[in-house]
């Protein structure tokens, strides 16, 4: 699986961008997908993550109630919609896709994720 990410770009504070996560490969639609993010002289950290068939979400504290991720297994893109952002939002953003087929739950952990895109920088300004 190939991951490619787009969408970032700079906002302001309370503005809004949509991350898209294009993927290559006819296992993607059974894999989870995840978002991370990493911000400078911090640690990756998870955002947000998708179950294969999309029935299942699971957030960040941080992010909660202002991202909302998605998909679209026909198209084989994962998206996520930041709303309401933050200066504490800026960050390179990763999509990622879990290694384990038709996982129930949403794995958080770097450690669940063996496929990475290259990242796309969000920059939120107040």
């Known amino acids: 699986v190939q991951l490619q990410a787009s969408g970032g770009g700079s906002v302001q504070a309370g503005g809004s961008l949509r991350l898209s996560c294009a993927a290559s490969?006819?296992?993607?639609?059974?894999?989870?997908t995840g978002w991370f993010r990493q911000a400078p002289g911090k640690e990756r950290e998870f955002v947000a993550g998708?179950?294969?068939?999309?029935?299942?979400?699971y957030y960040a504290d941080s992010v909660k109630g202002r991202f909302t991720i998605s998909r679209d297994n026909a198209k084989n893109t994962v998206y996520l919609q930041m709303n309401s952002l933050k200066s504490e939002d800026t960050a390179v953003y990763y999509c990622?896709?879990?290694?384990?087929?038709?996982?129930?739950?949403?794995?958080?952990?770097?450690?669940?994720?063996?496929?990475w895109g290259q990242g796309t920088q969000v920059t939120v300004s107040s």
């Open positions: 990622a896709a879990d290694g384990v087929a038709r996982r129930a739950s949403v794995p958080v952990t770097r450690a669940s994720y063996d496929y």
């Open positions: 490969g006819r296992t993607f639609s059974t894999h989870a």
């Open positions: 998708i179950i294969w068939s999309g029935y299942r979400t």
